[in-house]
């Protein structure tokens, strides 16, 4: 690793990327991630890729589509809005197996919305708004570090299950800046060399092996379901071998609140307080949201009593947490919507309210 260096989310999420061995960059400003786009305008170009700011964010995905056909590792980037116009494209990019990172530096909505942070992208990201059977790996750093390393990962994931992968992030980590260590600086793939790494890879054959074709359209119903089949069995495997999460202070405690992103920061703050009070309270924190961590849950203890899902939602990731229970807890929602934060303090009256209602 790098020395340590103090700088903006979107900044060090870019520069990840970058030291990951990113070469090709396609977007379209919108706030709050405009940062990451003028970074890699600047910077991408200079390390010998291609930067590319599209005409919009429909134009943008399909030029993330053509690069990665190519083999090359691709970075989008945008936020909530734009990645809804992206949606058709994604679900291409899954039916052709194609590996891309998309950063979702998400804001409150819907529609145009506000500017300011949100989480209510949950069902968007996990779900898609695409057609057909598909998922998209998703990964939801809580700190600009955990953002820098899932970015080294996002890329690794999306070239060994050949999927995009997401990085929800959200406009708070967006723009925040934090000391962060680098990854060291990979070197990206050659021109030479994707052939033998990536034999999918549209790269012009020149004699030296069959032709690949790569499409989103079968006629057949039987060749679809054939492929469908396949790839439900590499999301099967996903959902083995890829959930991750963070149990804090879950030994003993009573109340378990379900937090991800940045917000999982603030509760950790309420939970020392409502310590401080003799409540035992710990969380569960989803670093991957698909595949949701419903093993997290089956480490928690008979001591507990009740689970709190707290979001900047309307309570889209409570479905999952129910769904994670199986009926052993009751579950809770806190929220906050409209680019409203949750601060520590509003996480521990409405926990004390709801633990007096029950």
Same mark, same amino acid.
């Given at each position: 690793?790098?020395?340590?260096?103090?700088? !903006?989310?979107?900044?060090?999420? +870019?520069?990840?990327?970058?030291?990951?061995?990113?070469?090709?960059?396609?977007?379209?400003?919108?706030?709050?991630?405009?940062?990451?786009?003028?970074?890699?305008?600047?910077?991408?170009?200079?390390?010998?890729?291609?930067?590319?700011?599209?005409?919009?964010?429909?134009?943008?995905?399909?030029?993330?589509?053509?690069?990665?056909?190519?083999?090359?590792?691709?970075?989008?980037?945008?936020?909530?809005?734009?990645? +809804?116009?992206?949606?058709?494209?994604?679900?291409?990019?899954?039916?052709?197996?194609?590996?891309?990172?998309?950063?979702?530096?998400?804001?409150?909505?819907?529609?145009?919305?506000?500017?300011?942070?949100?989480?209510?992208?949950?069902?968007?990201?996990?779900?898609?708004?695409?057609?057909?059977?598909?998922?998209?790996?998703?990964?939801?750093?809580?700190?600009?570090?955990?953002?820098?390393?899932?970015?080294?990962?996002?890329?690794?994931? @999306?070239?060994?299950?050949?999927?995009?992968?997401?990085?929800? +992030?959200?406009?708070?980590?967006?723009?925040?800046?934090?000391?962060?260590?680098?990854?060291?600086?990979?070197?990206?793939?050659?021109?030479?060399?994707?052939?033998?790494?990536?034999?999918?890879?549209?790269?012009?054959?020149?004699?030296?092996?069959?032709?690949?074709?790569?499409?989103?359209?079968?006629?057949?119903?039987? @060749?679809?379901?054939?492929?469908?089949?396949?790839?439900?069995?590499?999301?099967?495997?996903?959902?083995?071998?890829?959930?991750?999460?963070?149990?804090?202070?879950?030994?003993?405690?009573?109340?378990?609140?379900?937090?991800?992103?940045?917000? @999982?920061?603030?509760? !950790?703050?309420?939970?020392?307080?409502?310590?401080?009070?003799?409540?035992?309270?710990?969380?569960?924190?989803?670093?991957?949201?698909?595949?949701?961590?419903?093993?997290?849950?089956?480490?928690?203890?008979?001591?507990?009593?009740?689970?709190?899902?707290?979001?900047?939602?309307?309570?889209?990731?409570?479905?999952?947490?129910?769904? @994670?229970?199986?009926?052993?807890?009751?579950?809770?929602?806190?929220?906050?919507?409209?680019?409203?934060?949750?601060?520590?303090?509003?996480?521990?009256?409405?926990?004390?309210?709801?633990?007096?209602?029950?």
């Amino acid at each position: 690793m790098t020395e340590k260096k103090l700088m !903006k989310g979107n900044e060090a999420f +870019a520069e990840a990327a970058l030291r990951n061995g990113c070469r090709f960059y396609f977007g379209y400003p919108i706030t709050p991630q405009n940062e990451l786009t003028e970074y890699m305008s600047r910077e991408l170009p200079l390390r010998g890729g291609s930067f590319v700011q599209a005409e919009s964010e429909l134009a943008a995905i399909n030029m993330a589509y053509g690069g990665a056909v190519s083999g090359g590792r691709v970075l989008i980037s945008s936020s909530s809005p734009g990645i +809804a116009l992206m949606q058709e494209g994604i679900s291409f990019l899954c039916s052709t197996e194609l590996p891309v990172v998309l950063i979702n530096v998400s804001r409150g909505g819907p529609g145009i919305g506000t500017i300011q942070p949100g989480q209510a992208d949950y069902n968007q990201a996990t779900r898609g708004g695409g057609n057909g059977d598909y998922h998209v790996i998703v990964y939801a750093p809580s700190s600009i570090q955990e953002g820098v390393d899932l970015i080294g990962k996002a890329f690794e994931m @999306a070239d060994l299950y050949r999927n995009p992968v997401m990085i929800l +992030a959200d406009g708070m980590l967006g723009q925040m800046m934090e000391p962060v260590l680098l990854p060291e600086e990979k070197n990206p793939l050659r021109e030479e060399d994707i052939p033998s790494v990536k034999p999918w890879a549209l790269t012009g054959h020149k004699e030296k092996r069959p032709h690949n074709v790569i499409k989103s359209l079968f006629l057949v119903p039987e @060749a679809l379901e054939k492929n469908l089949t396949r790839w439900y069995g590499k999301y099967q495997r996903a959902t083995e071998e890829l959930p991750e999460y963070e149990l804090y202070q879950t030994e003993d405690a009573e109340i378990i609140y379900v937090a991800y992103g940045s917000t @999982a920061r603030i509760v !950790k703050e309420s939970i020392q307080m409502l310590r401080e009070e003799g409540i035992k309270a710990g969380l569960v924190r989803p670093v991957s949201l698909w595949p949701f961590p419903e093993k997290a849950f089956e480490e928690l203890g008979p001591q507990v009593k009740n689970l709190i899902s707290v979001e900047l939602s309307m309570g889209q990731m409570i479905q999952d947490v129910k769904l @994670a229970s199986a009926g052993r807890w009751p579950v809770s929602l806190i929220n906050k919507v409209g680019g409203i934060l949750l601060s520590p303090q509003d996480i521990v009256d409405e926990t004390k309210k709801l633990e007096v209602n029950r």
